[in-house]
């Protein structure tokens, strides 16, 4: 059963930056990948971000040059690295994890099976 912990979510002013962490209990990195999703009040929850076993990681077209997605397989634990944060970026992020599917030619990460209890961000302009 994989357990997922968010946190590092907060309050910052347009323009600043934040690390999301996202802690994992019984999940393999060798097996399994990990994806950001976010959601606002009163909107559908989007994917932000997500990374696959060896690395090739993909981001929503909102986020791209903004955010950056890492993993640190010995802690086991995904990050989100979010600089130039906007208003529209307030949300709150959730954490998945998911199995890695080839798709036209391409690895991706899907089937989010095990989520996370959430984090806030909020920016303010």
């Known amino acids: 059963q994989v357990q997922l912990v968010e946190s590092g979510g907060g309050s910052v002013e347009a323009g600043g930056s934040l690390r999301l962490s996202c802690a994992a209990s019984?999940?393999?990195?060798?097996?399994?990948?990990m994806g950001w999703f976010r959601q606002a009040p009163g909107k559908e929850r989007e994917g932000v971000a997500s990374?696959?076993?060896?690395?090739?990681?993909t981001y929503a077209d909102s986020v791209k040059g903004r955010f950056t997605i890492s993993e640190d397989n010995a802690k086991n634990t995904v990050y989100l690295q979010m600089n130039s944060l906007k208003s529209e970026d307030t949300a709150m992020y959730y954490c998945?994890?998911?199995?890695?599917?080839?798709?036209?030619?391409?690895?991706?990460?899907?089937?989010?099976?095990?989520w996370g209890q959430g984090t806030q961000v909020t920016v303010s302009s």
């Open positions: 019984g999940y393999d990195y060798r097996r399994n990948c």
């Open positions: 998945a994890a998911g199995t890695p599917r080839l798709r036209m030619y391409r690895w991706i990460c899907d089937d989010f099976a095990y």
């Open positions: 990374i696959v076993p060896g690395g090739t990681s």
